[in-house]
């Protein structure tokens, strides 16, 4: 082995030490990219990412006072991050806003 690729190597080797420590979750959330509404399970949730933009004719759920009170960031199924964004266990691997809002909204417990 030359002197080149055994650094190669070691830092090969170092890099997935490294990435091995970090918890799967951390990685997938690092990952993450931002839901946008025009991904097709967004398109499926009638997801928004301000809420208020949300057609209450199709998706009366959000209509009325208690409607409005719904966000991704009072959902059951939503885990801030940073920025205003946050997971959604409906949603894998994306980020959704916190002031957005879909269909799938569940109170929180
Ligand atoms: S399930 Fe909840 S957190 Fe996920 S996009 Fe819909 S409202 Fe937001």
């Given at each position: 082995m030359n002197k080149q690729s055994r650094r190669d190597f070691l830092a090969?080797?170092?890099?997935?030490?490294?990435?091995s420590l970090i918890p799967v979750s951390v990685r997938a959330e690092?990952?993450?990219?931002?839901?946008?509404?025009?991904d097709g399970i967004a398109i499926a949730l009638g997801y928004k990412k301000?809420?208020?933009?949300?057609?209450?004719?199709?998706?009366?759920k959000r209509a009325g006072a208690a409607g409005a009170?719904?966000?991704c960031s009072n959902c059951r199924l939503y885990s801030a991050k940073a920025n205003g964004m946050g997971g959604c266990?409906?949603?894998?691997?994306?980020?959704?806003a916190g002031q957005g809002w879909c269909n799938a909204w569940i109170p929180m417990a």
């Open positions: 090969t080797g170092a890099a997935l030490w490294a990435t690092a990952g993450a990219a931002i839901l946008q509404e025009t301000i809420a208020s933009d949300v057609d209450t004719s199709k998706y009366p009170t719904q966000f266990s409906a949603i894998p691997n994306k980020l959704v």
